[in-house]
Nanobody
Framework: QVQLVESGGGSVQAGGSLRLSCAVSRYPYTRYCMAWFRQVTGKEREGVAAIASGLPTNYAESVQARFTIWRDSPENTLYLQMNSLNPEDTAMYYC????????????????????????WGQGTQVTVSS
């Protein structure tokens, strides 16, 4: 069973930065596709950033140029660098991984959709104060 464990959340003031990490274990697939999502209580989970082997990284418009996703293969770790944080970024952040990755023609549409991913971490809380 694939296991995802997030860390790095916390409380910061607006304008600050945080780096989230997701330790990945037992992910046996040659092609990977993984993502970060976030969710505010009472709202739907939304995709933030996605990465997949051989495909371009994909970001939600609200985080473009502020967040960066990357994967460290030797460490089997997924990262999300978050800069210029604002209170609207406050949420529980989740790491996700997929067993079957979308093909290139559908990646842009499916990269940040929850139905693409079937493995999820427990989440790490990010709180940004004004």
């Amino acid at each position: 069973q694939v296991q995802l464990v997030e860390s790095g959340g916390g409380s910061v003031q607006a304008g600050g930065s945080l780096r989230l990490s997701c330790a990945v274990s037992r992910y046996p697939y040659t092609r990977y596709c993984m993502a970060w999502f976030r969710q505010v209580t009472g709202k739907e989970r939304e995709g933030v950033a996605a990465i997949a082997s051989g495909l371009p990284t994909n970001y939600a418009e609200s985080v473009q140029a502020r967040f960066t996703i990357w994967r460290d293969s030797p460490e089997n770790t997924l990262y999300l660098q978050m800069n210029s944080l604002n209170p609207e970024d406050t949420a529980m952040y989740y790491c996700a991984a997929a067993q079957f990755c979308p093909v290139r023609s559908t990646w842009d549409v499916n990269a940040l959709e929850t139905h693409t991913y079937n493995y999820w971490g427990q989440g790490t809380q990010v709180t940004v104060s004004s």
